[in-house]
């Protein structure tokens, strides 16, 4: 008997062909930052990814938060709040970064990677 | 193997590992994270909960948020509520006997008033709203004119002169903002309306100002430190049991004018945003205390929050000056890993007096 | 000639024998580090596949059973979350040879067998792991290297269970039944 016959090698060519698509699937890269998730009112919720530039419009409780990705960051463009403090927050681009329009109730946060942290404080 | 024994070997295999499996899975407890996200006190407030079954935690997390409310609309200093009706009163110049809730409140307030020489005062409501961060409804773009601050100034009191057995009185320029106090008292309380529900695993955190309990299952609750105008978390920590950890910092509620950086935490002595530290992030059990602590400490300044810290009994303290350099407690400086390694040899411990 | 009942003698011993070094083997890999608790490189493969080349289906079943159950009953992780994903993985690793001898019978070697059964394995451990105790996105990203690692040790064991056989087969003592 020899120790490796063809079928074994068809298995275990089968099998690293399994592993690389495991490769594929599930390696993000390793980046901390690859989705925004939005939070709104109502239906409003959607997550997006940050690989590819978009601009959403977001309804909130005054009217349409407008949200911005490109080259792989985040942020409000445009709200029809007052204060205009979530515009004011600027690009996001680290996992677990938060903006907010709280007269709207329209959150943003990076999500990706691990999740480091229970909480945040600032 | 015998004919006979393998006949039931497959059988009792399969059995034994069916029931292993069956006893295995119901003697798991449920662990598990539930964490409830809502708006409340101007605010996005996350309650996370470990250990308790889901249905049970949400429904925990809910009373938190009517509860928030609630007080929210009792504590707005310009609201129809109980400390409303009190700035109405003084600015009448009328004497006023506020409910026993608020009136326990505002003593709390004026021996931290005390305590603090000043530096935290929430009879300085007048003097906040003129400046515009009383809301988050407007966003003030330029700074008001000197004399005016002046004005607001002098015409109100120090907290402890007005009060004297339960009776709230004194000059109609004083205004009451019990802001940077209020949101410890409520992570308090949403923290024990917690645990008389029987969770002994939580964390409440209405804006980046929380206080936890118990652990995280097999680890401690880890905090991030956001403490920079980058947006970035700057150092973590793992809390204990019952740590509170607050934050307050130049970079939430601010404008620049004439590039010149003003935000929202006044200094009462000058009427004018203080300079020099962008953020204190303070840890102690008392989350009140904590809160208004990180307050008088940004206020204190650069060379003087040491002396502060230690007046108020704070031994857990981070500060980040406005060039970016970090000061820390003694007693901090072990508990804290910072994102940059290089940041975090350069540290300076700040000994307490 | 040696009577049937001393084969089977011989035979139990040689079975309680590859039993207990499987146990061995468990208890030595519970000593190893490892990034995900119970998630180990499953060299007691190479004891399970030699007596499934050997015996048959149900002895390694029998074997990979005792060894998962006194393994964690020796190291203390009985019917905690460690045992549910050793008992999980063995099952699957049993079920995936049963299909594999079923379907390829004497094509395959140890070699083909230890790496079906080293990667059943594994994918099962992380599935049970990604339902029941870590429902978290990040697991999902440990898994190719966590994959990638049982095909190598499924190798590794394949090459060595081959080696044995190989000894075993060409030895003086063998006990045909």
């Not at chain 1, 530039?53 to 409780?61: I, N, P, S, Y």
């Not at chain 2, 005390?114 to 409501?125: C, K, M, R, S, V």
């Not at chain 2, 509620?253 to 003003?262: E, I, L, P, S, V």
């Not at chain 2, 500060?319 to 994102?339: H, K, N, S, Y």
Request: contains cysteine.
């Amino acid at each position: 008997m020899t120790l490796v016959r063809p079928a074994d090698a068809l298995v275990v060519a089968l099998a690293a062909l399994l592993v690389g698509a495991a490769w594929a699937a599930f390696w993000t890269g390793g980046g901390p930052a690859d989705a925004v998730q939005v939070i709104a009112p109502g239906d409003e919720s959607r997550r997006a990814a940050l690989s590819e530039d978009d601009t959403l419009e977001v309804r909130g409780h005054l009217g349409d938060s407008r949200i911005e990705i490109r080259d792989g960051r985040v942020r409000f463009v445009d709200s029809p709040c007052v204060g205009r403090y979530c515009v004011h927050s600027g690009w996001l681009s680290r996992s677990g970064q938060v903006a907010a329009c709280l007269p709207n109730g329209v959150v943003i946060e990076v999500t990706g990677g691990d999740r480091e942290f229970d909480a945040v404080t600032f | 193997m015998s004919p006979a024994l393998r006949k039931r070997t497959p059988w009792s295999l399969a059995a034994l590992c069916a029931a292993a499996l069956l006893v295995a899975a119901c003697g798991q407890p449920a662990e598990e994270e539930t964490r409830h996200r809502f708006t409340a006190m101007g605010t996005l407030v996350d309650v996370s909960i470990w250990g308790a079954p889901p249905l049970e935690a949400e429904a925990a997390a809910r009373e938190i948020e009517a509860l928030f409310v609630t007080l929210h609309a009792a504590w707005d200093p310009w609201g129809a509520g109980a400390l409303g009706t009190v700035n109405r009163a003084l600015a009448a110049g009328e004497a006023i006997r506020p409910d026993p809730d608020l009136a326990a409140l505002l003593d709390e307030a004026a021996a931290l008033t005390e305590a603090t020489g000043g530096l935290f005062d929430p009879a300085i409501g007048a003097l906040v709203r003129l400046w515009g961060f009383s809301d988050d409804e407007s966003r003030p773009v330029a700074p008001p004119p000197a004399n005016e601050i002046a004005a607001r100034l002098a015409a109100t009191a120090p907290l402890p002169e007005l009060l004297a057995d339960g009776v709230v009185q004194g000059p109609p320029g004083a205004q009451l903002d019990l802001g940077g106090f209020l949101k410890g008292v409520a992570v308090e309380r949403g923290i024990e309306l917690l645990q008389a529900r029987g969770i002994e695993h939580a964390i409440v955190n209405a804006g980046g100002d929380l206080r936890a309990i118990g652990r995280r299952g097999e680890r401690a609750w880890r905090i991030g430190i956001r403490a920079a105008r980058d947006n970035t978390i700057v150092a973590a920590l793992e809390v204990a049991d019952g740590e509170a950890v607050f934050t307050s910092g130049d970079y939430e509620r601010y404008f620049d004018y004439a590039g010149r950086h003003y935000h929202h935490i006044l200094d009462p002595r000058t009427g004018y945003p203080t300079r020099g530290i962008a953020s204190v992030t303070v840890v102690h059990d008392d989350a009140a205390l904590a809160d208004a602590g990180a307050t008088a400490l940004l206020v204190a300044g650069p060379e003087d929050w040491p002396r502060m810290a230690d007046a108020l009994g704070l031994d857990r303290v981070l500060v980040v000056l406005e060039d970016g350099a970090v000061e820390l407690t003694g007693a901090l400086q072990p508990r804290i890993w910072f994102t940059d390694e290089e940041q975090g040899r350069r540290v300076r411990v700040r000994p307490l007096p | 000639m040696p009577s049937p009942s001393e084969h089977l003698r011989r035979d139990d011993r040689l079975i309680a024998g590859f039993a207990a070094l499987a146990i061995a083997i468990h208890i030595l890999e519970a000593a190893f580090p490892s990034p995900l608790p119970g998630v180990k490189p499953g060299l007691a493969n190479v004891v399970t596949v030699v007596v499934l080349l050997r015996y048959g289906w149900y002895t390694a079943a029998w074997v990979a059973g005792l060894r998962v159950l006194a393994g964690s009953l020796l190291v203390g992780t009985f019917l905690g979350p460690t045992f549910i994903m050793s008992l999980s993985g063995a099952v699957a690793a049993m079920a995936v040879l049963w299909l594999a001898q079923a379907l390829a019978g004497r094509w395959l070697g140890a070699l083909g067998y230890s790496v079906c059964a080293a990667l059943a394995h594994m994918a099962t451990q992380l599935l049970v792991a990604w339902q029941l105790f870590i429902p978290h996105p990040a697991l999902l990203t440990l898994a190719p290297f966590l994959l990638t690692a049982a095909l190598v040790f499924g190798i590794v064991s394949g090459v060595i269970a081959a080696i044995v056989l190989a000894k075993l087969d060409s030895g003086p003592d063998t006990a045909r039944a």
